[in-house]
């Protein structure tokens, strides 16, 4: 079993800052990522509020942070971490391919797509479902789709869709967005067309899919036509069964409690990023990674 000072379990923002903050403290660190690096943060269009960039996709902001880590530690990609137990001086973390043993950890696994929950969304996904506009909005040029949500990544979705050439409408269950205020002024400046006060009741079709059942407040019903579905209605936690063996102290919305310097209710066991809720903002996840990394490396300096 290969042994670690630290291992972070999750490549996202917060994840990839701490391999960067734990690798160049002299840490022997390793990230455990179960698909690819760079989490939800892959799927943002773009963004012009993260310090140093008028304007950048996830994607490359992504790529430059993975890149950069990669100089200070491993990234073991499509291995995921299946169960972590305490053990004597440290943690054993069991993934998919292997074993491991670490003195700390830190749990960065993110969030992951809130889904409806109605007839049709699973089995249309990839289909016609979709969750991410960044990933399949090209093969919806020149086709009508429905992107499902009211706030900040919805918005984000349809305008990156409209831009694409797709024929967008967005349908909301409230009357009101709850985006940012930029976000509804660019909205006004595209041809999106919006259905307020709306839920979705299912997802139709026959191969792929075909249309949607829309229900408004006032219980009546309509068919839409549309070639894609576009799902943007918040996210929930990631891998909270991770958490079960440790008995870390997980808030009402099964997020990770910590502290200011990032340390959670267990010794030695540090977490960063959306899954500890609060502000889900890229740079944010960077800060908590950050520190995260620190308060990992001084304790273990301490017991020394």
């Given at each position: 079993?290969?042994?670690?000072?630290?291992?972070?379990?999750?490549?996202?923002?917060?994840?990839?800052?701490?391999?960067?903050?734990?690798?160049?403290?002299?840490?022997?660190?390793?990230?455990?990522?179960?698909?690819?690096?760079?989490?939800?943060?892959?799927?943002?269009?773009?963004?012009?509020?993260?310090?140093?960039?008028?304007?950048?996709?996830?994607?490359?902001?992504?790529?430059?942070?993975?890149?950069?880590?990669?100089?200070?530690?491993?990234?073991?990609?499509?291995?995921?971490?299946?169960?972590?137990?305490?053990?004597?001086?440290?943690?054993e973390i069991t993934t998919t391919k292997t074993k491991y043993f670490a003195k700390a950890i830190i749990l960065t696994m993110g969030r992951k797509h809130r889904k409806i929950g109605v007839t049709g969304e699973e089995k249309f996904l990839g289909l016609g479902v979709s969750y991410c506009a960044t990933c399949d909005g090209i093969f919806y040029k020149d086709k009508k789709t429905i992107v499902i949500g009211g706030g900040n990544s919805?918005?984000?979705?349809?305008?990156?869709?409209?831009?694409?050439?797709?024929?967008?409408?967005?349908?909301?269950?409230?009357?009101?967005?709850?985006?940012?205020?930029?976000?509804?002024?660019?909205?006004?400046?595209?041809?999106?067309?919006?259905?307020?006060?709306?839920?979705?009741?299912?997802?139709?079709?026959?191969?792929?899919?075909?249309?949607?059942?829309?229900?408004?407040?006032?219980?009546?019903?309509?068919?839409?036509?549309?070639?894609?579905?576009?799902?943007?209605?918040?996210?929930?936690?990631?891998?909270?069964?991770?958490?079960?063996?440790?008995?870390?102290?997980?808030?009402?919305?099964?997020?990770?409690?910590?502290?200011?310097?990032?340390?959670?209710?267990?010794?030695?066991?540090?977490?960063?990023?959306?899954?500890?809720?609060?502000?889900?903002?890229?740079?944010?996840?960077?800060?908590?990674?950050?520190?995260?990394?620190?308060?990992?490396?001084?304790?273990?300096?301490?017991?020394?």
């Open positions: 079993m290969e042994s670690y000072d630290i291992i972070i379990v999750g490549a996202g923002p917060a994840g990839l800052t701490a391999g960067i903050y734990t690798g160049r403290q002299g840490s022997k660190s390793l990230i455990l990522e179960k698909t690819i690096a760079g989490g939800l943060g892959l799927e943002i269009p773009s963004m012009g509020n993260y310090p140093g960039f008028e304007l950048i996709s996830g994607m490359i902001l992504m790529s430059k942070m993975k890149q950069q880590a990669q100089k200070f530690l491993e990234i073991k990609e499509n291995e995921s971490a299946e169960n972590i137990i305490k053990v004597e001086n440290g943690f919805s918005l984000q979705e349809a305008i990156f869709l409209d831009n694409l050439g797709v024929d967008v409408t967005i349908v909301h269950r409230r009357e009101e967005f709850r985006a940012e205020h930029y976000l509804q002024e660019k909205i006004k400046n595209k041809n999106i067309k919006i259905i307020p006060s709306s839920n979705i009741k299912e997802i139709k079709g026959d191969k792929f899919v075909k249309s949607v059942i829309l229900e408004d407040k006032k219980g009546n019903q309509r068919e839409i036509k549309t070639d894609g579905v576009f799902v943007a209605i918040g996210s929930l936690p990631s891998s909270i069964e991770l958490t079960k063996n440790l008995n870390i102290k997980l808030d009402d919305a099964n997020q990770i409690v910590t502290d200011k310097k990032q340390e959670t209710s267990m010794l030695f066991v540090y977490s960063a990023g959306d899954i500890t809720g609060g502000l889900q903002q890229l740079v944010v996840a960077c800060g908590e990674g950050a520190i995260a990394a620190t308060s990992a490396y001084n304790d273990l300096e301490n017991i020394k």
